[in-house]
């Protein structure tokens, strides 16, 4: 038996990875219904061989739907999550629109798969996209040792920032390279041959100098491990890289975790591929090896100078996918279980 399945923002760069990963997984889908702005319907994009047309995100479209992807941002997930939810669509939502209701889980299948039953609003919202692999990464070693601190500096590629900052870094670096001058338009400035902090500052004034994607980190860690005690120490920078994160992590445990404890319980962990090569130049997890895979790639795992309790890690994935379409479709291979 198959389900009516939406994918809303289905045109963007997480929708067409959304269409990839249904694909890939062969999610038990009757009929799709892809849906974008009015500005793309009727356009046509792939699936399963075929081709299936855009339509406008409206009320009447999510008629019949029972499950319903979101990656069309925050003010299209507030507007139309709740009309979905009440057609009887299960809402799983890629923006950050719903990640701070207490009625809304916020799941990584591989950290509280249980949360997913408890959605009184219908509406599960998908973490950040840097969040989702720390805590991939971190989650069996937190069973283990218990986790107090992390200090985390992320690298986080262009395609975080939609399709068209991808656009954007492409047409820069063209520039760059025919020596004209760099005229951004997705990025507050040079992206090319530079780095960016790009997001909002936050506007809370104990956040003060902090951007929005970092208290994203600090908040949604302790959701997702269900323990506000965890401490998250965040840098979030964007790189001249088309797709993948990368991140490093300084984790304070609360008793002494080796290096050979860390990785062996890494070997066995979901949604993991742990990099044991010994470090040498270029001999390390990269996002040109994590894209398009579905695993979190975690190498370099040090022990720390100064802290007994601490180690040092170096964590990879595909935004697109684990960041979001994977990790949503995840979710939502749990809740049919359940239909
Ligand atoms: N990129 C990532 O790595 C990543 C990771 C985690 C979460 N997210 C989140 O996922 C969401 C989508 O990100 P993206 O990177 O895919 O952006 P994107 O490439 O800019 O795509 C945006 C999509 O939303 C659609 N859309 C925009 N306004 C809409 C509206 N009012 N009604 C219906 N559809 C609308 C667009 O349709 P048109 O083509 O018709 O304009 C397009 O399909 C964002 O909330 C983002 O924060 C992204």
Redesign the pocket.
Known sequence: MGFVVAV??????????MLKTLEERNFPIDRLVP???????G?KLPFRGQEVT?V??TPEAFKGVQVAL????????R??GPIAAAAGAVVI?????WRTDADCPLVVPEVNPEMIGMRPKGIIA????ST?QLLVALKPLHDAAKLRHIVVSTY??T???????VEDLKQQTRAWAAGEAIKPTVFPGQMAFNLLSDWKAATTPEAEGYSEEELKMVFETKKIMGDQSIEVSPTCVRVPVV?G?SESVHAKFSRHLSVDEAKSLLRKAPGVLLDERPYAPGQHPQPIEASGRDEVFVGRIRRDFADPHALNLWVVGD??RK???L?AVQIAEHVIRTL
């Open positions: 809303v923002g289905a045109t963007g760069a997480v929708g067409r990875e849906m974008a702005s009015p500005r793309s319907a356009s855009v406008a995100t979101f990656s069309a941002g925050a003010a299209a997930a507007e139309f939502d890629n923006s950050s629109a998908n973490p950040n996209c989702i986080q590629a395609s975080g920032k939609g399709h068209a900052a797709n994160h935004n697109l960041g979001a379409a990790n």
